[in-house]
């Protein structure tokens, strides 16, 4: 039993419950996989990747799609510090620190909202698409899983049609959104992305090497 399926598995999946979860609630949506968008300068990666985009009636929403499953998916809060994220795996007492998905999603979507003009609503969610995962404890509403997306759907057409705050989109502007969208990727690509992430990588190692190298040369000078 593994704790995660492979990233473009898990991504094909979430994009498959998102159709079927939102088409009968919106007569005309647009689903982008893999955007590719340009990052503030000074940022630690030059890109950042949405897994997928959906763009309907209501506005934008955004999905970081995980790839866990058969496991807990719980958070340690602390005053002092941000959230801690772990996965224990169903049958095991340990678990993994893994990365906060909530804060990937919300860097991902102010960058986005800088780039999009004001009127349009813009949301995004973590989505769990995966068998076998199980929330425990309190958890971001942006958090949902596979059962919760008939709800969300509903929900995100509701209260984007009563509360009115942003205008509705017709299927014309639905496009233009998605083509804009597509524009603001421009040349970039996945291949461009994973490269960006590698020499972060690399420049994470090297810091870090450096760093033991000095430590260790420092004890030898004693």
Not at 41 to 66: H, M, N, Q, W
Not at 148 to 160: F, H, K, T
Not at 202 to 216: L, V, Y
Request: charged share 20%; hydrophobic share 40%; aromatic share 6%.
């Amino acid at each position: 039993m593994t704790i995660a399926l492979q990233n473009t598995i898990a991504a094909s999946l979430g994009v498959q419950q998102l159709a079927s979860a939102f088409s009968p609630a919106f007569s005309h949506l647009r689903i982008l996989r893999n955007l590719i968008i340009p990052m503030p300068e000074g940022s630690p990666v030059r890109t950042a990747r949405i897994d997928a985009v959906l763009v309907c009636e209501t506005g934008v929403y955004l999905f970081e799609i995980k790839a866990w499953r058969n496991a807990f998916v719980y958070r340690k809060k602390s005053d002092q510090a941000p959230p801690r994220w772990f996965l224990r795996l169903q049958g095991c007492s340990r678990a993994r620190e893994v990365k906060d998905p909530a804060w990937q999603g919300g860097r991902k979507t102010t960058q986005l909202r800088s780039l999009l003009c004001d009127d349009l609503r813009l949301q995004y969610f973590v989505l769990l698409p995966c068998e076998g995962v199980e929330l425990e404890g309190v958890m971001p509403a942006a958090v949902i899983t596979q059962q919760d997306l008939p709800y969300i759907a509903r929900l995100v057409r509701n209260n984007g049609r009563t509360a009115r705050t942003y205008p509705l989109l017709d299927a014309d502007a639905i496009d233009r959104t998605a083509q804009r969208l597509l524009d603001i990727q421009g040349s970039l690509s996945l291949d461009d992305h994973m490269q960006n992430c590698r020499e972060r990588s690399e420049q994470i190692s090297t810091r870090w090497n450096g760093a033991g190298a000095a430590a260790a040369a420092g004890i030898g000078l004693q």
